[in-house]
C-alpha cells in the first residue's frame, strides 16, 4: 500500500515585482496553494489585497521587497498572522540589522525564519534559476528545501541568517566593483 503525499503547505508570496512575480508563478505552476500581495495591485487570480489577509494561514511566507523600509514596514504588519507553523523566508537584500530584526521577532513571535537572499536577474527568475544564499535554525532549510527548489538551481548553506546577509551583500560589493572597473576602463 503507497502513503498518499502530504498535501503541500500553503504560500503567501510578498512583493511582485520583476523577482517576485515570476517566483509566484512558479510556485503556483508547482501545485502550491499561494496568495501573493503586492503595494501595487496586480491582476493575478491568486492576488489578495490585504497584506493580513495573504499572511494568514500560510504555512511559508516569502519575502521577495525592494529593500529595508518595505521589509520592515510588511512584517510589522503581517505579524499579527504569524506565529507557531509559520516559516517566514526573507528573499530580500537587507543590512545586518534588518536581519536581526527578522531574527528577533520570529523567534519572539514562535515562528521559524530563513535568510535565503539570491542573485540572479529577471532571466533567472524566469527560469526557476536563482541561487539562494539560505541561512537559518536548524532544520529550517531541511524542511523546506523542497519548496525553495522550486524557484532556484542552487542553494547554498551558510552557518546563520547573518551569515547569508554577508554573503548577499559582498557578492553584490564585487559586482559594484568589477561594473566599475570595466565602465573606467573603457
Not at 512575480?21 to 512558479?26: G, I, K, P, Y
Not at 491582476?43 to 494561514?57: K, L, M, N, Y
Not at 521577532?105 to 536563482?130: I, M
Request: aromatic fraction near 6%.
Amino acid at each position: 500500500m503507497s502513503k498518499r503525499p502530504s498535501p503541500l503547505p500553503a504560500i503567501a508570496v510578498f512583493g511582485q515585482g520583476i523577482i517576485g512575480s515570476r517566483a509566484a508563478d512558479h510556485i503556483v505552476a508547482a501545485g502550491y496553494p499561494t496568495k501573493t500581495w503586492s503595494r501595487s495591485p496586480r491582476e493575478r487570480s491568486d492576488f489578495e489585497a490585504d497584506p493580513v489577509a495573504a499572511a494568514r494561514g500560510a504555512a511559508i511566507v516569502a519575502i521577495y521587497l525592494k529593500d529595508v523600509p518595505a521589509v520592515r514596514d510588511i512584517f510589522s504588519t503581517i505579524e499579527e498572522a504569524l506565529g507557531p507553523g509559520t516559516t517566514v523566508v526573507n528573499h530580500a537584500t537587507v543590512d545586518y540589522e534588518t536581519t536581526m530584526f527578522l531574527v528577533d521577532r520570529c523567534s519572539e513571535l514562535g515562528c521559524d525564519f530563513l535568510n535565503a537572499p539570491f542573485t540572479g536577474s529577471k532571466v533567472a527568475a524566469g527560469n526557476a534559476a536563482l541561487v539562494y544564499y539560505a541561512g537559518g535554525q536548524a532544520g529550517v532549510l531541511k524542511r523546506i528545501r523542497g519548496f525553495l527548489e522550486v524557484t532556484s538551481n542552487q542553494i547554498m548553506e551558510v552557518d546563520s541568517p547573518l551569515a547569508a546577509t554577508i554573503l548577499k551583500l559582498t557578492t553584490n560589493l564585487i559586482t559594484a566593483s568589477t561594473v566599475q572597473a570595466l565602465a573606467e576602463g573603457l
